[in-house]
């Protein structure tokens, strides 16, 4: 079963005891139940306020705060049983493959088949700060792109994008986070350059699974209007969305509502148009911000995701 299938079963199943209610006010109905229960997490060196509730198993939903192992993303109830855990546990960074290293950074490559609790693990700390995503158990569909700032005690996780093995909708990103602490230095626009680099492996275009949160659309459209309008502004004669598209692994749809929100576009004669005003260019593009941390593509060693 896809994850578009199974969503759309979850969507229409009602709950023993709330026939009464349709689909959207069940969901409305639980959003409001809902309790943030765990307040805060320690996790490496920060101790870090959480955001959203994230359903943790009922053994912890009565813990204020709970002590994540930064390696492995196992969770505890007290300091003392994680100081435990740290003597012990082997890993010093996240389990899989590194495809990516240059200068500190590294991204590793987990398959939520091979490594089920670390995929689980770390869906639980993402939702506590993703509001509209739903936890899907079933992360065996799943690859997750852990981004890690290494120093000789180990790779630290900074923040991850997850991907699904097979999309059919075309999504080449499901969930992004950046972990507070980090937030707001480049990490994000980062991943998100990292996923359109697979992208451009894959010899596919792409785009992130809908829909955005706030800051998710602040970043995506940072992110597009910079690749795009440094493309346009380099570039001499015609220009076409599907070459713009093909050129940044950006689905034609998105290349175009960027470009709309910006009014660069306009639609003639049955056809979109691409005005390159190069002062109103360079105004956008100041007002799109920095541009991130860049990902070099010539660092990242991997092949695309094939079913063994
Ligand atoms: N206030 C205003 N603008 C912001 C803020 C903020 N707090 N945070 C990010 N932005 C905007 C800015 O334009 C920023 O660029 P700039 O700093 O050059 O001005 C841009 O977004 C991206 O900044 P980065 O530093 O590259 O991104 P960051 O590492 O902070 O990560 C992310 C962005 C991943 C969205 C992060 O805010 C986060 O994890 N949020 C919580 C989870 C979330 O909402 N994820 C997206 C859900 S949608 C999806 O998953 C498909
Ligand atoms: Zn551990």
Redesign the pocket.
């Known amino acids: 079963m896809t994850r578009h299938q199974k969503r759309k079963i979850d969507e229409t199943h009602v709950e023993e005891g709330h026939e009464d209610f349709d689909a959207a006010s069940l969901r409305e109905h639980e959003e409001f139940t809902k309790v943030k229960n765990i307040s805060k997490i320690e996790l490496g060196k920060y101790e870090i306020d959480t955001w959203y509730f994230s359903p943790f198993p009922p053994e912890y939903s009565s813990c204020d705060k709970l002590f994540f192992c930064e390696f492995c993303l196992n969770f505890l109830k007290r300091k003392e049983q994680l100081t435990r855990h740290m003597r012990k546990c082997t890993y010093k960074h996240p389990p899989g493959d590194e495809i990516y290293r240059s200068g500190s950074l590294s991204m590793f490559e987990v398959d939520g088949r091979k490594n089920k609790i670390y995929g689980q693990n770390l869906c639980y700390l993402a939702k506590l700060?993703?509001d509209h995503?739903t936890l899907y158990y079933d992360v065996d569909f799943f690859l997750f792109y852990i981004l890690c700032e290494c120093d000789d005690r180990g790779c630290h996780m900074v923040?991850y994008f997850s991907k699904e093995k097979h999309s059919e909708e075309g999504y080449n990103?499901?969930?992004?986070?950046?972990l507070p602490p980090?937030?707001?230095?480049?990490?994000?626009?980062f991943?998100i350059s990292f996923s359109y680099e697979l992208s451009k492996k894959e010899m596919k275009v792409g785009t992130?699974?809908r829909p955005?949160?706030d800051?998710?659309l602040?970043?995506y459209r940072?992110y597009w209007t910079r690749v795009l309008l440094d493309i346009i502004k380099k570039h001499r004669g015609n220009l076409s969305i599907k070459e713009l598209s093909d050129m940044t692994a950006i689905k034609t749809e998105d290349v175009i509502s960027t470009l709309q929100s910006l009014e660069l576009i306009q639609y003639r004669k049955g056809q979109h148009v691409i005005c390159a005003d190069p002062k109103l260019l360079e105004r956008h593009l100041k007002a799109a911000?920095?541009g991130?941390l860049e990902v070099d593509p010539t660092k990242l060693i991997w092949t695309p995701y094939k079913e063994q």
């Open positions: 700060f993703l995503k923040g990103l499901a969930c992004i986070l950046t980090y937030q707001r230095k480049g990490y994000g626009k991943l992130p699974e955005l949160s800051l998710g602040l970043s940072g911000g920095k991130g």
